[in-house]
């Protein structure tokens, strides 16, 4: 199938073979007939694209900031990984279209092949032939439905969420300043609400579109002379109930006009992207105006259990999600209640989009709404794309599954460079990703089905998907009598980690969890100075925190932080002592959302050894996050972020010091390969690898009977 993609580093844009989109549980898979391009979001984006390195920075400096902390971090190599990644991925366009069912993934319902459907979502709702949407992102049409106004669901969805926030009543008025797509959206759906609407914006034209289609019952230029006084004897002498801001600037005039056009204990929404540092006096503070934020699409937005997982809000205590209110606006179209077929001003065919791009940029010519319209007699074939001329085979044949920015910076770039080494598929939940992956990393194609990466030409899989997919994958390639590399952690179920250890002991084949830590070269050096006496071991993790909502703390999908991130640390200790962990206890920190991820760890070892995992999420970023010591038989070590190592005995301390951090991911991948070319195990064995995750899940264990030693 096609997408179109652009390059942030380059701006180039480009309409390219990708593969067939997953379809997940809770997905539907939806042939596209249109989509509409943002001029605003979109536009901007596209903007920033074709600047300098210079520009972007200009446009990021929040990026710029985070890029230099990694620098300090991290060192050059990583930093410039990550900078390269983002520049060179190939990006999607698009969060709004509508098309038709072809397939519907586990669990759904509500959505059956043949229906018509809108959809939304930045990274679901692309500008492609094909797209793959989560249900609470998608919204059920009549079959007569006009699927060109339908596919204005998300900026439709967008504005209603803005009127939502207004709470006007019948009667009341609002003026709307901007009148770009959301502007007039917004009036639209305030003028069917029975709202006296007065339009606002820089431009004639804007302004002229609006009164002409009876958009507004008053439109203005910004500039026209006695804006206010117009305002106020239209208000009757009260200024407006409301005003929603629709603009898009960094000027903070439409802020500061709200406050004087709006009446006293009146309320300002802030629909588009503009600064509120507004001015106290004399408007603000004296009128005691309110300012409300409209976040996106509604309820809903931005939270992994409705977005992803499905999961809805209760009607009778949110009664306007994020799809209800999509639903609302297809129904006032459906309805005739409001007319949108005039702010379609230019329409092209998808493989002419990058046209429709260069008049966003251009603007040679006045418009409003770009549709894009897909050929839909097109079969989309679900084959694998091939990206190299290169099909010959090694020993060992790799192919990834799963290939994000931790893929990216550091497994895929350090996979060794030899002829015994063959690269054969890439398969990934986004077409853009696998096919940038396999170009840029010499694989023969990128995957659209399992099936392509478990054939016969792969002998060696790795895993570097989310976390909870981690399990069935390793599984699905053992059965595949596949070896297996995956990225931490193992599984997250103990069913799972049961079922993997009776598929591995029939395969008979490598199973290698990405703890990179034990082969940094300063922990090679610690381990030999060490020794190999029973050792009490303490390893600090400055970790920092992680918001509740995100994907990681979401027990069912990242794991938690212990599963997700604490199990390295624990096979760290195990690594240094030698022998396996027999009895661990553990408590955490109360914390208001129960994420359990500030907690000590006291772990027994079989030779004697014990060892403390101090892990904290609740200190500050500017202390080292990772500092380990040990002790043992006279001996004493420190390891402080993998920079810097102490040894203490006799005499003065040996130190030694890196210019870069090093964790040893790339001695990790290498050490991986070259075991299975020696002869066919992997450096960390099985045992360990199943001994450290039964560890991590009596860690949980442990926490929840308040501290109780538990056996492993």
Same mark, same amino acid.
């Given at each position: ?36 391009i943002s001029a605003g979001t ?82 679901? %709702? ?23 106004e339908a596919a204005y669901n ?50 004639? %034209? ?170 839909t007699q097109k079969t989309a ?332």
């Amino acid at each position: 199938m096609q997408q179109l993609t652009q390059k942030l580093g380059s701006g180039d844009m480009v309409i390219q073979d990708v593969p067939y989109p997953q379809l997940g549980k809770g997905m539907v898979i939806v042939k596209n007939h249109y989509s509409i391009i943002s001029a605003g979001t979109e536009g901007s984006t596209v903007v920033a694209a074709r600047k300098s390195l210079i520009g972007k920075a200009k446009e990021r400096p929040q990026q710029v900031k985070q890029v230099i902390d990694t620098l300090k971090k991290q060192g050059p190599i990583q930093t410039y990984r990550a900078v390269i990644k983002k520049l060179d991925a190939y990006s999607p366009l698009g969060y709004s279209c509508a098309g038709e069912v072809i397939e519907v993934g586990a669990g759904v319902t509500e959505f059956e092949v043949g229906d018509k459907v809108a959809c939304a979502g930045a990274g679901y %709702a692309n500008h492609a032939e094909i797209v793959s949407v989560p249900i609470n992102l998608c919204v059920k049409l009549e079959n007569s439905a006009n699927l060109k106004e339908a596919a204005y669901n998300t900026l439709g969805a967008i504005s209603m969420q803005g009127v939502r926030q207004a709470d006007l009543r019948l009667g009341e008025s609002c003026v709307v300043i901007g009148l770009g797509l959301l502007g007039q959206l917004a009036a639209l759906i305030l003028k069917a609400s029975g709202v006296t609407v007065i339009g606002v914006d820089i431009s004639e %034209a804007a302004v002229k579109q609006a009164i002409a289609n009876k958009v507004v019952d008053l439109g203005l230029t910004r500039n026209a002379v006695g804006i206010e006084e117009q305002i106020q004897s239209a208000t009757h002498g009260y200024g407006a109930d409301t005003v929603i801001i629709a603009a898009a600037t960094s000027s903070l005039d439409p802020i500061n006009f709200a406050g004087a056009i709006v009446r006293k204990k009146g309320k300002v929404i802030v629909l588009g992207a503009v600064p509120t540092g507004f001015d106290r006096d004399p408007f603000w503070y004296r009128k005691e105006l309110e300012l409300k934020m409209a976040c996106s699409y509604g309820p809903g937005r931005y939270d992994l259990n409705y977005e992803e997982k499905g999961i809805d809000y209760p009607l009778p205590y949110v009664r306007w999600t994020e799809k209800r209110n999509m639903e609302a606006f297809q129904n006032l179209i459906a309805t005739n209640r409001i007319n949108i077929e005039y702010l379609t001003t230019h329409e092209f065919e998808f493989e002419d989009a990058k046209s429709a791009f260069d008049l966003v940029v251009s603007k040679t010519e006045p418009f409003t709404g770009i549709a894009l319209r897909y050929d839909t007699q097109k079969t989309a074939l679900k084959t694998k794309i091939s990206t190299s001329e290169i099909d010959t085979l090694g020993k060992i044949n790799i192919s990834f599954i799963g290939a994000g920015s931790y893929a990216q910076g550091n497994l895929l770039p350090n996979i060794p460079d030899t002829d015994e080494v063959g690269r054969v598929g890439v398969l990934t939940n986004t077409g853009t990703t696998s096919k940038r992956v396999a170009e840029k990393f010499n694989f023969q194609f990128c995957a659209t089905e399992e099936a392509d990466v478990l054939d016969d030409k792969t002998n060696t899989v790795f895993v570097a998907t989310r976390h909870d997919s981690h399990g069935p994958y390793v599984l699905k390639s053992l059965e595949a009598n596949k070896n297996v590399f995956v990225e931490k952690p193992l599984c997250l179920l103990e069913s799972e980690l049961e079922a993997i250890i009776e598929a591995q002991s029939k395969a008979n084949k490598a199973v290698m969890v990405g703890f990179n830590r034990r082969f940094s070269p300063l922990t090679e050096k610690l381990k030999k100075a060490i020794g190999e006496h029973p050792m009490t071991m303490l390893y600090r993790i400055n970790a920092g925190v992680i918001p509740g909502d995100n994907w990681i703390q979401d027990l069912e999908i990242g794991g938690g932080r212990v599963l997700g991130e604490v199990c390295h640390f624990i096979d760290y200790l195990t690594y240094l002592n030698g022998s396996l962990p027999t009895k661990v206890s553990a408590t955490a920190l109360p914390d208001a959302h129960q994420l359990n991820d500030t907690l000590n760890i006291l772990i027994q070892f079989e030779n004697g050894s014990s060892g403390v995992v101090a892990y904290y999420a609740n200190g500050s970023k500017s202390m080292t996050k990772e500092y380990v010591e040990v002790f043992s038989a006279g001996l004493s070590a420190t390891l402080n972020d993998f920079k810097e190592l102490k040894i203490y005995g006799k005499g003065k301390p040996k130190k030694e010091k890196l210019f870069n951090q090093n964790k040893g991911q790339k001695e990790m991948v290498v050490a991986f390969v070259n075991g299975l070319l020696s002869d066919g195990k992997a450096p960390i064995s099985f045992e360990e690898v199943v001994a450290v995750t039964k560890t991590s899940f009596k860690v949980l264990e442990s926490i929840k009977r308040g501290g109780a030693q538990v056996e492993i």
